[in-house]
């Protein structure tokens, strides 16, 4: 069995604001990431000094009924901009 080495966007010891300061997203963005459940699509509501908030819209392709505004971290995951 092969298994590919895990890929996250956050680095080590950067907090999940400052990775998103780092590639450029902020309020308004989506990102598209699969933890190994299937995709889950995030709005960012707002990048504080050292926090992330936003908001899930979707996993694995089923709309979120809940779509409240909640804490984020990005090392899960490889995260993507959704296009």
Do not use: F
Request: hydrophobic share 30%; net charge negative.
């Amino acid at each position: 069995m092969t298994t590919r080495p895990q890929v996250v966007t956050q680095r080590p010891d950067e907090s999940p604001a400052n990775a998103c300061r780092r590639l450029g997203w902020g309020t308004g963005t989506r990102l598209i990431g699969d933890e190994g459940y299937g995709d889950t699509v995030i709005e960012i509501t707002a990048v504080g000094e050292r926090s992330l908030l936003a908001i899930s819209l979707s996993h694995d392709g089923k709309p979120c009924e809940q779509r409240s505004e909640t804490l984020w971290t990005l090392d899960c995951r490889d995260w993507r901009v959704v296009t």
